[in-house]
């Protein structure tokens, strides 16, 4: 057998992550492993004796079940996701995903097909307040694989079992923050991992496990990747007996700061009310003439002035002085904090030395003041003995001054998300019972406790991923499927088109519950429920017609045992048992095993996402001049990228071999199945493509 039909092992089962650090670790330094082991002293003279640490008292964040929490994310997955159209939305077309599984087995299925690929990660875990439910290993003393075999358990139909799954972890146990941060860090680790270079993670989390979860942050990402922790004001509780605690936190990560830094970054967002202003500004213009100022300043003050109090645009009426470059308002010209530059800055009537503001200038050189200056950006007093300060205008200002720009600058050429930026706060404030009654009315009844508010998560979602109107959004803690319709809503009023990948555990709902009685068995049903519902709201809002765009349609899937069997050599320990092995691997595939399942199982194992676009080929059986011939039996062959990789799943005869080397793809790949235990068959296909440099792969 060559080379090019061998079963690819790294394809059945999810990324190694263990393996894939050691061989990283020998590319760079392969003299610290030998023999597959880590060389400890070889290591400390690659790095130097201070950078290695062994053993003595250090800053660490230790728990019980730690070394058993990383044995867990080191051990592959050999599950995959089956494809529900019935349960989805426009699957075909779909750009969004909603995935129903374990969500530790789902990340590591994911991790090959969207490794550094994620743009945002947002979760909203559980909050460990000793009454919520989640999976942890809560007997130390059981082996790894016991673990993993519970944790793994799956019905025929691919349902993770209820039974002993989902745990109530309770204050009174004794691993109560262990069991937690031993459940969190596998899936922060490979999170981590599905980030691109320039991506962030926010958490949500409460006083119960806030300092924990920034030990272990720090762990997975790095101190230095910290952006924030940020505090979400939700109400107050006027029960309580001493202090009324309605703020829950988010810690925002970086995936890597010095990408951040290097790429220059800065995240605003428009402040509410400044498109009014500048579209009453620019109304005034029109009435006024361009050039008269104090017209324009007159006009846009009475404005002001006439404005309910609750109009956002009055909270900016000190925008009230009007010039070339629009509204603005005075702004301190000083260097934030002290110490600044002292220089000579004459003003323009006394030519005398402007006072120098205690602080010192804001500007570093001399030049750049004078930049400023020229550019109409600095505002002097009547005369030289107090400081000038500077314009701060609703609409951005360009850079450079010259005789080009005076003639084509255009305001009307500032787009929306442009006008009147701001830095948001590290404390926001935003009702709680918003969202609560929000999702009443669109679920009708009040089917899940505290949902997220997805107006917020909206907010923070384009805030943190700016001018990236195309990125991937993921949230493996689905919980009501906010996130989901934060983007579905935010490409809807913006534009843009966001994609977003959602995880549920399939969480029962208990018997007594609103949820149960109306008809849900599974947390993951009300997510997936309240997908479609925004869909078909967005929809009549929008009144679009049939099909739903792809911007809107989702795809849902179902976390499953692989449709491919797995060898079992631990259990083989006669000659007649190895038989019985390879007789049961004539076929790789299992009995039963679906098209569908098995094309959305390789894509993900051939690194593609689910939401690839596929192409369904039909090729004759029996002699013909192309795939479009007519007369005979035919079998479908899916394509992906242009037709650059062929999947053969469903079956295969001589015949097809050259029209599909015709179709000049880089891979054909294909399952033992169709291939009728056929050597002859397989290796004229090989050899074909062989001559014709196409790689084959037959699984």
Known sequence: MTDS??????????????????AQLAALIPEALSEGQIDVAALKRALGEAAVIEGGERYVLNWAGKANAYKVLQTPSTATLRPQRDLSVNFDQAQHVFIEGENLEVLKVLQKAYFGKVK?????????????????PDRFQESKEDYLR????????????????????????????????SMMLPRLYIARNLLREDGVILVSIDDNE???????????????????????????????????????YMLVYARSMTTLKDAKTVWREPKPGAKEIIAKWRELKVAHGDANYEAQQAGL????????????????????????????????ISWPGGGGPRYDVPHPVTKKPCKVPERGWIYSTPEEMQRQIKLGLVEFRDDHTEPPFRKAHLLPVPEELDEELETDFDDEDIADD??????????????????VKYLR???????????KDHEVLARLIRYCMGADENGLVVDFFAGSASTVEAVLSLNTKEGGNRRVLAVQLPEPCEETSAAFKAG???????????????????????????????????????????????????????????????????????????????????????????????????????????????????????????????????????????????????????????????????????????????KFTCL
Not at 310 to 325: A, E, Q, Y
Not at 418 to 432: A, D, H, P, R, T
């Open 520 to 694: 849900y068995e599974t947390i993951a049903a009300i997510s997936r429920e309240r997908i479609r519902r925004v869909v078909e709201l967005i929809r009549d809002k929008a009144d679009l017609a049939s099909p739903v765009p792809e911007n809107l349609g989702f795809k849902s899937m179902l976390l499953t045992p692989s449709n491919f069997k797995q060898w079992r050599g631990d259990s083989i320990d006669t000659p007649e048992q190895l038989a019985e092995q390879m007789q049961m691997f004539a076929k790789s595939e299992k009995e039963g095993a679906q098209i569908e399942d098995i094309l959305y199982e390789l894509l993900l194992k051939f690194g593609q996402e689910i939401t690839t676009l596929v192409e369904t080929l039909e090729f004759p059986l029996s002699p013909g001049p192309s795939p479009a011939s007519g007369g005979g039996e035919k079998t479908r062959v899916f394509a992906i990228h242009e037709r650059k990789t062929l999947f053969v799943l469903e079956s295969f005869a001589e015949a097809m071999i050259q029209p599909l080397v015709d179709m000049e793809p880089r891979e054909i790949i294909a399952i033992d199945g169709v291939l009728h235990a056929s050597d002859t068959l397989k290796t004229n296909l090989d050899l074909q493509c062989r001559d014709a440099g196409i």
């Open 150 to 181: 519970r944790i793994n358990e799956l019905d025929d139909d691919g349902t993770l079992m209820r039974e002993g799954f989902f745990r109530k972890n309770s204050k009174e146990n004794g691993h109560y923050h262990s069991n937690w941060l």
């Open 210 to 248: 806030a300092a924990n979860l920034k030990l272990l942050m720090d762990e997975v990402f790095g101190p230095e990747n910290l952006i924030a922790q940020l505090v979400w004001e939700k109400g107050r509780k006027n029960d309580a007996k001493l202090f009324s605690v309605g703020h829950e």
């Open 120 to 136: 945002l990660i947002y979760i909203d875990p559980p909050y460990n307040t000793g009454s919520d439910s989640f999976i942890y």
């Open 5 to 22: 039909n061998k079963n690819d092992s790294n394809i059945a089962h999810s990324p190694d992550i263990a393996a894939d650090r050691r």
């Open 441 to 451: 009315k669109l679920m009708d009844g009040k089917l899940f406790n505290n949902p």
């Open 418 to 435: 442009e006008i009147g930026l701001q830095v948001v706060g590290s404390v926001f404030y935003k009702q709680s019972q918003v969202s």
């Open 301 to 332: 003050r009475d404005w002001f002035k006439g404005l309910p109090d609750t109009n956002p645009s009055k909270k900016l009426s000190r925008h009230k002085w009007v010039d070339k470059w629009g509204p603005w308002r005075d702004r301190d």
